[in-house]
């Protein structure tokens, strides 16, 4: 019987798809870009290559903990190097809660989005409960990948990730060539919204459309050379999402009209609506049903991560050692994974039942997944602050500490990450509630 995770099973690329998971691809054609839009309209490019360096802070810190430190305790595991067992503990059930409720927010936004995304772009009459029928299917179909191994996901996550890749690029670049007067002025402030609109587009969505890079810091142990591939992964996949972001909001955004924007967020899936007028309806189908089915892609990053920090949590007396049990030819912490499918299941059944019971399926489960999305993002958002604090009380320790680094990246970081926490807590869009 495996009393370890099985080492060297993944390299760079695998550790850059799963991370990417999180950061789906042909989400620019819908969520990722909708909550930008709604503030920062002609400036929305202009917004994700702004947030591109506010991600890349908080990116720098994982980048210097993992030359450090590799382990399964993803997160908690830096913070006990800076701050101790305490704040070590707190990050490691703040990670898992997050964890849960982001991928409750997913099976939710899914669950009530799916048969309306696919009617208004197909005009099909699907009922409510097929899309119910469908984030069961997909959840469980996550599961199986997962509990089958780490190579299975990352071989699954870069099929994918390499096919929306491809289609971003390809439906890009027909989008401009339909633009009559490619320029560069989406690159630029405009006089309307300005400097406000890019900054508010910035601070309550482009930068979050980032979050979810961090699923591979829990994967240390699986990785090869880890204290080398784990932190350039992330710094990669901030960089290749750039890339997509920028390419896949310039195009839609030009041909949607920069003069025309104040409907862009509203219509939910500008990218579809966009191919089925100007491509196809049979690319505008393969946009919207592809869009849907990599709600599969984070499901998966988020369960080995957080199946690998409980299993982490078990081995160090945090949980019961039961957690620490892995599968005996598959090396996987199958009870860890079986628990936290559990603790998912009753976290979505109980908040949809609520809202459900309280507002009926459209309504109720539109507040279901905003809760959700709100916990996700406060619960996030105080774990980067906390390992960007710790960093520099561990740096302290090495000799080969940097100001700028070490100090100033993850200061800067901090104050990022309040700025959104507050704009979060005043109720403004976020593409974490779209995406």
Do not use: C
């Not at 599961?143 to 971003?168: C, M």
């Not at 560069?184 to 508010?200: A, D, E, S, V, Y």
């Not at 090869?224 to 784990?230: E, F, I, L």
């Not at 520099?392 to 070490?406: C, E, I, L, M, T």
Request: hydrophobic residues 55%; glycine residues 10%; positive net charge.
């Amino acid at each position: 019987m495996s009393d370890k995770l099985k080492a060297d099973s993944i390299g760079l690329w695998g550790l850059i798809f799963i991370a990417m998971g999180s950061l789906a691809p042909i989400a620019i054609f819908a969520g990722a870009i909708t909550g930008a839009s709604a503030t920062a309209l002609g400036e929305t490019t202009l917004s994700f290559i702004v947030a591109m360096f506010a991600a890349l802070f908080a990116g720098n810190t994982i980048f210097q903990y993992s030359k450090k430190i590799a382990g399964a305790s993803g997160y908690y595991g830096y913070v006990n190097a800076g701050l101790g067992k305490h704040p070590a503990v707190f990050t490691a059930y703040l990670y898992v809660l997050y964890a849960v409720f982001n991928i409750s927010f997913l099976i939710l936004i899914y669950a009530w989005a799916f048969s309306g995304s696919i009617n208004l772009i197909l005009g099909t009459s699907l009922p409510n409960a097929v899309g119910v029928i469908f984030v069961l299917a997909v959840t469980l179909l996550s599961f199986f990948v997962v509990y089958r191994g780490l190579r299975p996901s990352a071989l699954a996550l870069s099929i994918l990730g390499i096919i929306q890749i491809a289609i971003v690029v390809v439906v890009s670049a027909i989008f401009i060539s339909k633009v009559p007067s490619p320029t560069l002025t989406p690159f630029t402030i405009q006089k309307n919204p300005g400097l406000t609109g890019l900054f508010l587009g910035v601070v309550t969505g482009s930068y979050l459309s980032y979050a979810g890079y961090g699923t591979v810091v829990a994967l240390g142990e699986e990785a090869k050379a880890p204290k080398r591939t784990v932190g350039r992964a992330v710094i990669f996949v901030i960089l290749i999402a750039t890339a997509y972001y920028v390419l896949g909001s310039y195009s839609s955004t030009s041909l949607w009209g920069l003069n025309n924007m104040s409907n862009f967020a509203s219509s939910g899936y500008p990218g579809a609506i966009l191919a089925k007028e100007y491509i196809g309806v049979g690319v505008a189908a393969i946009i919207i049903l592809l869009y849907n089915f990599v709600m599969f892609t984070p499901v998966v990053a988020f369960l080995n991560s957080v199946s690998r920090v409980m299993y982490a949590m078990g081995r160090d007396g945090i949980l019961p050692a039961r957690f620490q049990r892995l599968h005996p030819k598959l090396a996987t912490p199958t009870f860890s994974l079986w628990f936290i499918l559990g603790l998912i299941g009753a976290t979505t059944i109980i908040l949809g039942g609520i809202f459900y019971a309280l507002y009926g399926f459209s309504n109720g489960l539109f507040d279901a997944w905003l809760f959700a999305a709100i916990v996700t993002t406060v619960s996030t958002l105080i774990i980067h602050g906390m390992v960007n604090v710790s960093l520099g009380f561990s740096a302290k320790k090495w000799p080969d500490r940097n100001v700028f680094y070490h100090y100033v990246a993850p200061a800067i970081s901090t104050i990022i990450i309040l700025v959104v926490l507050y704009y979060s807590a005043v109720g403004l869009p976020s593409p974490i509630y779209l995406a």
